[in-house]
């Protein structure tokens, strides 16, 4: 992560100002990140914190690797009340904040945000809360209702928001019920966990990938039955079984991300209710955001 000379930004409601991450920070940062855990996250540790504050993998086409700038507010006693991490990359105009996290303090948040637009003025577009599945930094997008503060202050300065999906979450027996075997189960690198295939005549007709991560917490990647083997109950049946393997290797909660923020659909539909009928509940709305910067004018327009 970057500790250079990234120029502090004063902020006028609290005294205080945002400077550059220094090593001494990070038990402050990760009680501020774990301040806004969901259920089902794992924790954001410091002995961990390198790994998990390295940065996203650059979309598809985007050819250089960022590294996120991470920005502390902090107090009277230089103790961090709030943090936001953001980056640019090189070869395209678009900027990115990964996180920000401030007690849901509203003064807090707006320095942060103001700091973060001002470093990335130079890029026209800037994504927030950006897709990525749930892990120690985020669960994948603004829990909505439970972030209210942050979105209000993401909104105040020229950031549109839309719905990205819903946080799914359950909790998983100490001991599961034997679940019938209805697919071979292979390891799988990216990302790290296991890939379970159904198939009908040498043919996958059914897909999950699961992972258990650290503090006993799990995800559900991915699910999916081809079409003409839907309403069968083979995907009842691969869910019961990914979770049972989830249980065994001692996950004991799972959180899932069901995209629903396209309209509606018979499949979306079939989907929910499967989750909710398998034991998920909703934990809140994932939001993610957009500012765009007027273009300038290019000489003779």
Known sequence: ??????????????GTAVRSFRSQDEP??????????????????????AEVWY???????????AQPRIGVLTNAEDRPRGTIAYLSWADVHTGLICWVHAYEDRP?????????????????????????????LGPGGLPRTRRGATHDALVHSGFTGRC??????????AEPAPAKQ??????????????????????????AVVSAGPDRTATLYWIETTPARRHRGLGRKLLGQALALLAEQGAAEVALVLD???????????????????????VDELWTYQHRRPEPLRPGT
């Open 55 to 65: 940065g996203p993998v650059a979309p598809a086409g985007w050819a250089r690797q």
């Open 260 to 282: 629903d923020a396209q309209p509606a659909t018979c499949e979306c539909q079939a989907a929910t209710r499967l989750f909710r009928s398998c034991g998920f509940t909703l």
């Open 108 to 136: 807090a948040l707006r320095a942060l945000i103001d700091h973060a637009l001002s470093a990335l003025s130079s890029c026209p577009r800037i994504e927030a809360f950006v897709s990525t599945a749930p892990g120690p």
């Open 182 to 207: 209805v697919a071979d189960v292979f390891p799988c690198d990216f990302p790290p966990g296991h890939r379970l295939i159904v198939r009908e005549d040498a043919e996958p007709v059914a897909e």
């Open 164 to 173: 990205l999906g819903c946080y799914l979450h359950r909790a998983l027996p």
């Open 1 to 14: 992560m970057r500790t250079d000379t990234m120029a502090s930004s004063p902020s006028p409601e609290s």
């Open 28 to 49: 402050g940062v990760c009680e501020l990140i774990n301040a806004d855990r969901l259920p089902g996250q794992p924790y954001c540790v410091s002995e961990k914190s």
